[in-house]
Each structure stands twice: as structure tokens, then as C-alpha cells.
């Protein structure tokens, strides 16, 4: 039997129950007065929650208030729970109204920060301020497409007295012999035709392999990373000449010990014990004879490539002009990527309501605390926080629009939403998911998402949150944000990429719209970038007549909300950091330091 509500009459108010009635409502206002004490006692179920971030309300706890309110709505019945969706309707209704009629607006932004990116010459830039980028990188390009006389052999730059002294390093420490790969094989090469543009060579990961584990090192204790001796990383030694690198490459590798951290062990070894072997179950193009000395090997391999490098821009370049080059760049684009990126959002950003960022790391949310942003900003960052990739959705909300903070992390509610059996590309980091009330009492749940490289996790994504928040009563009256790096294409690849205008198709299933509509504009482009010829993976580098067209040029950034409740007042892109996008216009730039655009909107309530 169900409780019913009070009822009128003829216009008279009758108040007359069954005993039954009266003996259990009774019984409801015994256990939400016992509740209410322990409540007291304890401070509150979430009494936490005004602190700074809500990583100590855990799913669990989540969970945890859900089974209450679901215990009440069991004895009370489900006129007792509609009742009270009826009121948290009311509630939710009256704040817009009351925002509607102080004509407040919401301002939300959001921004994919972009991991840090070791190699300064990876990716083309914007670089105006100085010719000589451009003018090196044309020659670097012209230099491995066309290199002519300069594909010389490889002895004659990393020559045989180099190799005999690494031959001897290496037979030191126990390693096999790869003499005869070297007189039979590598030292007759030619250095571009036949070693960095070698397929074969990038398949087996001879060369890729050493470089992706020893380019830049994180050691414990110490905020600057340890730096391999190479063109393509923040080192900042020497390389003028190829015995000046010889020297601090063979002491960086076999008489450097580092103390790094693996899997919660701190451990001091040499760099050449940090290599790994590479195996033919994973890289079938290696022959078992060279998995037998991959450690060798590719240690050859990846002295060879670094050889290579330095011999290139020391022949294209003086030394004195490509190392300046490289010195400014690393400071703007990688050292002083963290500062730049936090001066954008204090300065430019810092009135927002809402800030969701994507790939974010332990270090930036640290840093954002210590500065104005966290006066003004509860700055929330995932509960179970990715340390190993160190890439995180966060989200920054107004202490002025938001004065009681988070209520609740409800970033497990979602992963555990997706559809059963489903394989979803997410990562650990890549979700958050949070409820809050506003000044004038509306809930919100506020996501932020970074999207798999091809998109395919973001349509699963939105569906989870829409069925985490149609799943639990305590959520059915709560407004939606959703800021997203959705990694949606232009010219998707069918069933290998999303396309944004189906991406735009099933936002509008589920009753949203987006701050560019419900139907995005496929050419209204949020990111801008090409790889360069200066990075290990040359099938994908760009040439600088095709970044255009060959480039990672795509509308993927998005803000949804549920078109009933709010409209768009105004919106725009920035890649500059003074909220103008400058269309055609490769970035990351000396003064942007992502390499997606900033994404603001402001609404209103649509009453």
C-alpha cells in the first residue's frame, strides 16, 4: 500500500489518517530524527566537501547516500519519492527563475591543456618572431626528402671509433656481441635513405624504442626531468660537434645513475638498465636473432639515430643559431608551459563560472592551488587521480557562483554505466564527474572529458552520464554541463574515427545541444597541428606545404547542455589567449601553449 498525500475536499482540509497511516509516518519522522542527529554529530555526510577538493568522497560514499534515500523511499512508498522529485523539481525551477530574473548568466569554459610535450620541434608552431624556424625546419624537410649528397654512410657520422668504444661499454655490462650487425650491416648505410627512413627499422621499434624510454626521465626528488643528449628533447647541453655528444651521450647512458620511482619502489640504477627487450610476440617484424641483442641493439640503433640528428642540424645550421632557437622554444613551449597555461586562466578566464580542463597533471592542479586561481576557485580533481600517465580531467568552479563547493564525485556512477559488455578506450584520469549546487540552489552535474585519440569512447561516454543521472532518484532534477575534448573529425575514417556530425546527431538524442548548436559546423576547427620531420615517427610527419590538409586540423572541442534549460548567449574559440582564434594558424604558439583551443560559451535560462 502507498502513502498518500494529504487531500482537499470540497475545500475543506481533511487531516484524518488511518492508524496505520499515522503509526508509519510517525516511524519516518522517528529514523529521519535519528539520521539528522547522527548527521549532526558527525559534522555531515559530507561535511568535507567546502575544502578544496572532494578526493576523500569517494564512490562509495556516493553510493552510500543513495542507499539511504533509496531506504526511505522504500518505507515510504513511491508517492512519498515522487513527492519529494516534486519538490526538488520546484526547487530546481524556482532558482532558474530567480537566475532568469537577475538576468545571471553562466559562463563556462573549456580546454584541453595538453600533456607536456618533451620534443620542442615535434609539432609545427606559429613562430613569427624569429625566421630562422621556419628556414631550418624547410631545410630539415628538404634535407630527409631530398638529401642527395648528404645521404652519406653512416660510419662517417657515427663513425668506427665510436662504435668500438660503445662495443666495449656494452660487452662490460654482459651484453652479447652485435659486431657483426655492425661491420655487415648498419655501419654501410646511408643515413637517410637506408637508416631514418628504413620501415622496417621503425617497425622493429630499433630506433623509437630507446628514445620513447630514455628521452626524458623523471627522477625522484627533482622537478626537472634528466634529459638524454639529443636534438629532440629539453637537453640543454652542448652540441656543436659530434665527439662533444659522443661524450655526453656514452656517460648519460653508462655512468649516470638515476633514482626514479616503478611501482611504488624507489630504485638507483645506470639508464642503459632502464631499456627493455624487444620481443617478436608484440614486434613481429624482428627476427629472433635480433631479440636474442635487442638491448644491444637498439642501444646501437638509438646512437646511431641521435648521431644522425646532431650531424643534421650542425651541417643545415650553425650551432650557435639552432641551439638559441632550441633554448627559446624549450623555455616558452615546454618549462614555461605550466606558467603560461595557469596565466591564461587566471587573467583571462579567472571569471568564468565553470572550468573544465583535460589532461591535466598532479603538478598543475598543485601549482593552480598555490596562485589566485585557488581563491577563487574550488578546484576539483578525480578522487582516484592518474599518476602514471599523469593526465586528468578537472574542473575549476567559481567559489562566488558555487559557495558550498562539490557536493559529490560521481565519476564511478558513469564508468559503471556503460553498456554491459561494452569495450570503451578510456583511461584512468580521463572522466570526472561531479554534482554541485549554485547560489540559487540548482543542482548541477558538471562533467569533463578527454577522448580517446579517434573519438570512439566520447558517444559511450555521454550515454553513461545520461544514464548514471536517469538511474538514481537523487539525480533526476540536476542541470547538465558536459566539457569535452571530444576528438571528433571532420573527414572521420568510417568505423575507425567519429564524425562530428554524428557525434552531433546523438548529442541531440538525448535532448542536449551544444554551445555550437545542434548541428556543429564540421569546419569549425578547434585544433591545428602537424607533425614535423624532427621526431622518430617521419611516416607521419607533415611537410610544410600540407599542414594544412595532412594535419591534425578538426572540430573536437564541445560544451552540451539540455536545450530546455539553457540557451547560448554568445560563444568563442581562442587560440591566442586573448579570446580570438586565429583561423589558419598552426598552434601551439610561443604564447599559446596547447595545442586545442580555448572553448567559452556563455548561457541563460531558456524560460
Known amino acids: 500500500m502507498h502513502q498518500r498525500r494529504p487531500y482537499y475536499r470540497g475545500g475543506t482540509y481533511s487531516s484524518s489518517l488511518p492508524a496505520s497511516y499515522r503509526n508509519k509516518a510517525l516511524f519516518i519522522v522517528g529514523v529521519t530524527v535519528l539520521y539528522t542527529a547522527w548527521l549532526h554529530q558527525k559534522g555531515g555526510l559530507f561535511r568535507d566537501a567546502r575544502k578544496r577538493t572532494i578526493h576523500h568522497i569517494t564512490n562509495s560514499q556516493y553510493l552510500f547516500l543513495s542507499d539511504i534515500k533509496q531506504k526511505q523511499h522504500n518505507i515510504a512508498g513511491g508517492a512519498g519519492q515522487f513527492l519529494n522529485n516534486s519538490q526538488q523539481q520546484s526547487t530546481t525551477m524556482s532558482g532558474l ?3 532568469k530574473s537577475s538576468s545571471r548568466t553562466l559562463s563556462i569554459a573549456t580546454w584541453n ?21 621556419e628556414k631550418i625546419m624547410s631545410n630539415i624537410e628538404d634535407f630527409l626528402e631530398r638529401p ?6 653512416v660510419s662517417s657520422v657515427f663513425t668506427q671509433d665510436m662504435f668500438g668504444r660503445l662495443q666495449q661499454r656494452m660487452n662490460d655490462v654482459g651484453w652479447d656481441s652485435i659486431q657483426n650487425y655492425w661491420d655487415n650491416d648498419f655501419k654501410n648505410r646511408k643515413i637517410v635513405s637506408e637508416f631514418m627512413k628504413d620501415p622496417l627499422l621503425g617497425s622493429k ?12 626521465i623523471n627522477v625522484v626528488n627533482s622537478e626537472e626531468p634528466v634529459c638524454r643528449p639529443t636534438v629532440i628533447n629539453m637537453y640543454d647541453g652542448d652540441l656543436s660537434t659530434l665527439d662533444i655528444w659522443w661524450g655526453a ?4 647512458m653508462f655512468d649516470t645513475p638515476l633514482t626514479i620511482s616503478n611501482k611504488g619502489e624507489t630504485v638507483t640504477n645506470p639508464v642503459y638498465k632502464l631499456l627493455q627487450p624487444i620481443k617478436k610476440a608484440k614486434y613481429p617484424d624482428i627476427t629472433e636473432e635480433e631479440e636474442k641483442v635487442s638491448l644491444p641493439l637498439q642501444t646501437m640503433c638509438g646512437a646511431i639515430f641521435d648521431a644522425i640528428l646532431v650531424h643534421m642540424m650542425n651541417t643545415l645550421s650553425e650551432p650557435e643559431v639552432w641551439q638559441s632557437l632550441k633554448k627559446t622554444m624549450v623555455e616558452n613551449l615546454n618549462k614555461k608551459k605550466v606558467p603560461h597555461t595557469l596565466d591564461i586562466l587566471e587573467k583571462v578566464y579567472g571569471t ?13 592542479i598543485d601549482q593552480a592551488r598555490k596562485r589566485e586561481l585557488g581563491q577563487k576557485f574550488w578546484i576539483v580533481a578525480p578522487g582516484d587521480l592518474d599518476a602514471v600517465r599523469d593526465q586528468n580531467s578537472v574542473i575549476f568552479l567559481s567559489k562566488a557562483t558555487f559557495p558550498s563547493g562539490p557536493t559529490a564525485e560521481i565519476t564511478h556512477l558513469v564508468e559503471g554505466s556503460f553498456e554491459e559488455g561494452a569495450k570503451v578506450p578510456i583511461a584512468k584520469g580521463d572522466i570526472l564527474a561531479i554534482t554541485a549546487t549554485d547560489l540559487d540552489g540548482i543542482p548541477f552535474v558538471i562533467a569533463s572529458f578527454h577522448g580517446d585519440t579517434n573519438g570512439l569512447a566520447t558517444k559511450p561516454v555521454l550515454s553513461a552520464i545520461i544514464k548514471a543521472m536517469n538511474s538514481d532518484a537523487t539525480l533526476a532534477t540536476h542541470k547538465l554541463l558536459f566539457g569535452l575534448d571530444a576528438n571528433t573529425y571532420e573527414k ?11 557525434w552531433g546527431k546523438h548529442y541531440v538524442s538525448y535532448g542536449l545541444t551544444s554551445c555550437w548548436g545542434d548541428v556543429p559546423n564540421p569546419s569549425n576547427y578547434t585544433t591545428f597541428n602537424s607533425r614535423t620531420y624532427l621526431q622518430p615517427q617521419l611516416n607521419k610527419a607533415c611537410k610544410k606545404s600540407d599542414k594544412r590538409s595532412n594535419g591534425d586540423v578538426n572540430p573536437k572541442d564541445f560544451i552540451l547542455f539540455n536545450k530546455n534549460d539553457f540557451k547560448v548567449k554568445s560563444t568563442w574559440k581562442d587560440n591566442t589567449g586573448e579570446k580570438r582564434y586565429v583561423e589558419d594558424m598552426a598552434f601551439p604558439t610561443l604564447n599559446f601553449p596547447s595545442d586545442h583551443g580555448i572553448l567559452a560559451t556563455v548561457v541563460e535560462p531558456n524560460l
Open 492 to 502: 572521420a575514417k568510417p568505423g575507425k574515427q567519429q564524425d562530428v556530425l554524428e
Open 97 to 99: 527563475q530567480a537566475m
Open 148 to 153: 642527395g649528397e648528404k645521404d652519406v654512410a
Open 249 to 252: 651521450w656514452e656517460k648519460f
Open 205 to 216: 621499434r630499433l630506433a623509437s624504442m630507446p628514445d620513447r624510454i630514455t628521452n626524458t
Open 113 to 133: 591543456i595538453a600533456a607536456i610535450n618533451n620534443n620542442p620541434f615535434e609539432y609545427w608552431i606559429t613562430y613569427d618572431e624569429n625566421p630562422e624556424y
Open 352 to 364: 568564468s563560472d565553470i572550468v573544465t580542463l583535460q589532461e591535466v597533471s598532479a603538478s598543475f
